[in-house]
């Protein structure tokens, strides 16, 4: 079977697709920052993203369909992220509304763990999701990944729910 996606390292030139994902509001119905409001916070953001790979060799990954490698649907993979009071290393995901339903951030998850576990041998990767969206819950449990505890980041609202995965039991 031909995969149906491609990851790559994100470029500059990528600004203006991670803006167009990452300012609209249907994409961020469970990010308790809501929407990104200007171009300046998309390049930012690629730039600490591009920063992680130069230092750490993975990161997020821009991601499109095989059929189409030019047009970037979302963006993922793992990176370090502060969990509060230390840093673990996050599976993340922003797919377009586009792509939404079809099965690309199970596979993107799957992936992902799969480069973390048998290309970087790390032992172990966390996912931090709001209570509330049932489809990431569905998205973790579906690759393996098991509720390991929570974390109280957001103030005034709910704990985000926290899953874990560990090299050799993930799917």
Known sequence: ???????????PFDVQRLFT???????????PAGPMTDLVSAQDLLGR???????????????????????VIGFGGISLHDYLT???????YRF?????????ATQLGRDALTYAFEQLYLSEVYGLVR???????????????QP?????DVPGKSPSLVFKALRGTST
Request: proline letters at 5%.
């Open 1 to 11: 079977m031909v995969d149906r996606l491609i990851y790559r390292t994100p470029q």
């Open 21 to 31: 994902i990452y300012s609209d509001p249907k994409t961020n119905l469970f990010n």
């Open 49 to 71: 993203w591009i920063e992680h790979w130069d230092k750490h060799l993975y990161g997020v990954w821009a991601i499109a369909r095989s059929d189409a490698p030019e047009h």
């Open 86 to 92: 230390e840093q673990c290393v996050n599976l993340g």
């Open 96 to 104: 377009a509304v586009e792509a939404w339903g079809r099965g690309y």
């Open 131 to 145: 209570p509330d969206h049932m489809a990431s819950i569905r998205v973790l449990e579906k690759i393996g990944m």
């Open 148 to 152: 390991y505890g929570q974390l109280d």
